[in-house]
């Protein structure tokens, strides 16, 4: 149980160009989700935190304008980067959270490499 | 503050050694989970352990055991008897009772044959 997906696994796009990151609970509900980036040989950084029916929560520096992140329904959020740069470049995971032995614990996805040329 | 170090960047040993990953946190939560994942070369996030702040037990789980020790902050993990299957980056998490997670910087372990 508890499986959360991520499509695409990997995508190269061009500078300039927009691309969607897809983040789905497979086996359960999740009213909350969250997205992280990791740069090579880097920790995870949280980005955001997304909730149902709601407007994304994003962290301290991460621009909201530039990664759009929806969450309308109880098993998908979605990420967009917009007018992707090289620097975009990242390993993004995200993470659906799920009610567990007292807390709410989060269940990550496989992640996607996104590469800007 | 709340923050979780891990001041083991890369760790080298040689197969059938054991090995220890520190991991150290901060938090004024009295309330407050612990984890931690390995991160293969393929970058999905394998859970290993989660542990709340009121159960100090040690636990063991094959060739892994973990150390928890309120007195000093820290979470640390050993692996017994290494493989090379266990060659990974290793992340220590702290959720301060906000349901967001906070990661250590990592440890990466290789595991030489």
């Known amino acids: 149980g508890a499986v959360v997906s991520q499509h695409p696994s990997w995508v190269i796009c061009k500078s300039g160009t927009s691309v969607k990151i897809e983040c789905r609970s497979l086996d359960f509900q999740a009213t909350t989700m969250f997205w992280y980036r990791q740069f090579p040989k880097q920790s995870l950084m949280l980005m955001a935190t997304?909730?149902?029916?709601?407007?994304?929560?994003?962290e301290q520096g991460v621009e909201k304008d530039k990664f759009l992140i929806n969450h309308a329904s109880l098993t998908l959020s979605t990420l967009t980067v917009t007018s992707a740069h090289p620097e975009d470049s990242s390993f993004y995971i995200c993470?659906?959270?799920?009610?567990?032995?007292?807390?709410?614990?989060?269940?990550f996805g496989p992640g996607t490499r996104l590469t800007v040329t | 503050a709340q923050k979780v170090t891990q001041v083991q960047t890369e760790i080298s040993v040689v197969e059938k050694e054991d090995v220890t990953l520190d991991c150290v946190y901060e938090t004024r939560d009295t309330t407050y989970y612990l984890f931690w994942y390995k991160q293969p070369p393929s970058g999905e996030l394998v859970f290993l352990i989660r542990r709340n702040s009121f159960d100090e037990q040690n636990e063991i789980s094959g060739r892994y055991s973990w150390n928890f020790q309120k007195s000093t902050s820290s979470f640390n993990f050993t692996i017994t008897a290494s493989q090379v299957v266990d060659s990974a980056v290793y992340f220590c998490a702290l959720d301060p009772g906000t349901y967001k997670y906070i990661f250590g910087t990592g440890t990466r372990l290789k595991v030489l044959a």
């Open positions: 997304s909730n149902e029916g709601s407007k994304a929560t994003y």
């Open positions: 993470s659906a959270s799920a009610h567990s032995g007292g807390t709410y614990e989060q269940y």
